[in-house]
């Protein structure tokens, strides 16, 4: 049984920091695209970043490059999303993905993914 456990979600200022993580098990994250997503009240899910399973390349929405950092630790079979600098407009339900698909993962859409996490929210007033 697959089963994908985020953590990390909170209440933080304008310009703090926050790390996300997503704990995997039953699939082993090394050979699984893994993609970070959020959704906002009354919005729909939002692909923010990812990591393709062959080269291992990083992908970032516009509206976080810079800012955020997708990592994945192979070994304890965990991904993680480092966001700084946040914004009012990062305020979401965080979501992590993972699925074995072979090419770049910014091909993707959510609906492509089959293994989800629970969700964390993240809050930054304005």
């Known amino acids: 049984q697959v089963q994908l456990v985020e953590s990390g979600g909170g209440l933080v200022q304008p310009g703090g920091s926050l790390r996300l993580s997503c704990a995997a098990s039953g699939i082993s994250l090394g050979a699984y695209v893994v993609a970070w997503f959020r959704q906002a009240p009354g919005k729909e899910r939002e692909w923010v970043s990812c990591?393709?399973?062959?080269?291992?390349?990083?992908y970032y929405t516009d509206a976080v490059k810079g800012r955020f950092t997708i990592s994945k630790d192979n070994a304890k079979n965990t991904m993680y999303l480092q966001m700084a600098g946040l914004k009012p407009e990062d305020t979401a339900t965080y979501y992590c993905?993972?699925?074995?698909?072979?090419?770049?993962?910014?091909?993707?859409?959510?609906?492509?993914?089959?293994?989800w996490g629970q969700g964390t929210q993240v809050t930054v007033p304005s």
């Open positions: 993905a993972a699925e074995s698909l072979a090419l770049s993962c910014y091909l993707y859409q959510a609906y492509e993914y089959g293994n």
């Open positions: 990591i393709s399973s062959g080269d291992g390349s990083k």
